[in-house]
């Protein structure tokens, strides 16, 4: 031997449970075996060190489980901070850019709800190590939590078509097929991107903005990726404060409702007028439906706001009558969040109970996408508020993707034929096919039909010469205030 070791004698470092965690090893010049005094030296020795590599394992195990997902392995928040600093000075230092991608699966709670835990579990394993294997040791794919994941790109050129390139790569690893048990998943991603320094200066705020670009990707449909643009966040802001005096709106009675006038093709007569509402904002003016209900309905605003709509016009409509004007139909809008309340029917009951209104004066218009939701529930609905002798039409009708043979069976008075098919109605010959489509349809199933959104001569000509009954539109009225309706009815008179 070339160092001249005639004898060797080697000991195993064992744990508490008696796995192997080293060795010791002695080397004599001469050959021979320990003597007594050594071997409980090595006895004593490694007993010691079999404690301190423990202890050192369990402190690395401690480390890494305090900054990795025990899921995918993958760095966690805690590391997320860290590791993006460092990429902040290096990109400061070298006149670099930093990429902060932000990314959220778009089905997995699908997967989780209707595969179980244990295949979310794999789905989230198995895009994880893509999403590693996609970029370079240098960069950090970070899960923080949920199927929501963050990768650090270091380094980066300052060049947005090379970051989309990488991008592009990141979306298609986790766009492939992946394979558990018999089932083959496809999950896609929404991506949201900010860079350093042009989107954030600090960790945090490139965070937040790759989230918003994140979210905003969510609104544009999922599967696509958004660079952050600061409007992301003014209009974060705008929706935020909006929300807030929504939520007042109703204490402080500054909603009010309009009616548009529905008439009689032929003979001109009123028959209904639809409530549509109007935000009368403090500072804003008159805010249109549209700008609101579409957050009343994702914050659950629009179930007391729909039940102070439900009053008002079953009051104003009694009142009507109270006053001596032919009694006509209410047409109140209801939103698919307000029908999928349990309570739907009994909050029409007490409308109508405290208005005294009879339950054949009022009209609710359901949307034809809200009823395809879940048609058997909206059907038991429908027919409840049937047999209460309230009404039902269908709104934007032409619009949603209703079956015909569902169609039949839905408990309903009335179509309204989507204005957007109205529009061009005297020109255009599709709108025309669909427009004389849901005017026989109606005829054949017993529903009556009415036009929405009619503003000229000609459009009433169409409907005269395919038998439509009813319109509704700007030509006749727009929506006005309840004074402005009496006025136009005593006037008719
Ligand atoms: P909708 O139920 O389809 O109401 C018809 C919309 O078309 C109304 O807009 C009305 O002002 C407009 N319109 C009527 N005639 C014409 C016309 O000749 N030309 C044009 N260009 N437009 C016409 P509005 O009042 O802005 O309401 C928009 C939507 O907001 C409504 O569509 C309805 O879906 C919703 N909405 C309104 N009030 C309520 C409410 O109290 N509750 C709920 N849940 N939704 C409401
Ligand atoms: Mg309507
Ligand atoms: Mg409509």
Redesign the pocket.
């Known amino acids: 031997m070339p160092y001249g070791y005639r004898s060797c004698w080697s000991t195993p470092i064992l744990s508490h449970q008696g796995a192997v965690l080293g060795v010791f090893a002695m080397y004599s010049m001469t050959v021979r075996e320990p003597i007594e005094a050594e071997t409980r030296l090595i006895d004593f020795t490694t007993h010691i060190a079999g404690i301190a590599i423990e202890r050192k394992l369990a402190e690395d195990q401690i480390h890494f489980m305090a900054n990795h997902d025990v899921l995918t392995g993958l760095p966690n928040r805690a590391l997320l901070e860290d590791r993006l600093s460092q990429a902040i000075l290096y990109a400061q230092r070298y006149d670099r850019w930093v990429t902060v991608v932000f990314i959220d699966l778009d089905n997995f709670k699908l997967v989780n709800d209707t595969l179980g835990h244990n295949a979310g579990d794999e789905l989230l394993k198995t895009v994880a190590g893509r999403m590693v294997e996609c970029v370079r040791a240098t960069d950090t794919v970070v899960r923080l939590g949920g199927d929501e994941f963050v990768i650090v790109l270091f380094d980066q050129p300052t060049n947005v078509d090379l970051i989309s390139e990488t991008l592009q790569m990141i979306r298609a690893a986790i766009a492939a097929p992946v394979h558990i048990g018999e089932h083959h998943l496809r999950t896609t991603a929404s991506i949201g991107i900010a860079n350093y320094p042009n989107d954030g200066a600090s960790p945090e705020a490139l965070l937040a903005n790759a989230d918003a670009a994140m979210y905003r990707a969510k609104e544009l449909g999922r599967d696509n990726f958004q660079f952050y643009t600061p409007e992301f966040n003014s209009r974060a802001h705008e929706k935020f404060v909006l929300q807030g005096e929504l939520r007042n709106a109703v204490a402080r009675s500054e909603f009010v ?2 009616y ?1 006038p529905q008439v009689d093709l032929r003979s001109g007569r009123v028959f209904a007028v ?5 935000w009368n904002h403090p500072t804003l003016g008159v805010v ?3 700008t609101f ?1 579409p957050t ?2 994702e914050t659950g605003l ?1 179930v007391p ?2 039940d102070w ?1 439900l009053h008002e ?1 079953c009051r104003q409509n009694k009142a009507w009558q109270d006053a001596g004007l032919p009694p006509m139909t209410v047409c ?4 698919a969040r ?1 029908f999928k309340e349990k309570n739907l029917v009994g909050r029409v009951v007490n409308a109508l109970r405290d208005s005294g209104l009879e339950a054949s004066y009022l009209e609710l ?1 359901l ?1 034809e996408s809200l009823i395809m939701q879940d048609t058997e529930l909206a059907v038991a609905t429908m027919n409840e508020l049937q047999s209460l002798g309230v009404q039902i039409s269908i ?2 009708f032409g619009t949603g993707y209703s079956s015909l043979s569902a169609l039949k069976t839905f408990p309903v008075a009335r179509l ?1 034929i ?2 957007s098919f ?2 061009d109605v005297a020109e255009d010959e599709n709108d025309q096919a669909v427009a004389s489509a849901v005017i026989s349809l109606g005829q054949k199933l017993n529903m009556r039909v009415i036009a ?4 000229t001569d000609d459009q009433i000509a169409f409907l005269l010469k395919n038998n439509c009954d009813e319109m ?4 006749f009225s ?2 006005v205030s309840a004074r402005d309706i009496e006025n136009l009815l005593n006037h008719k008179d």
Do not use: C, F
Request: aromatic content about 2%.
């Open positions: 409702l309009l548009q639809e409530a549509l509402i109007r249109p439906p549209m209900i009343a309905e629009i706001i729909g709509v016009a109140v809008n209801v939103s307000q218009e949307t709104d934007d309204k989507d204005k109205i529009n929405e959104g009619v503003e509704q539109g700007y030509h727009k929506p």
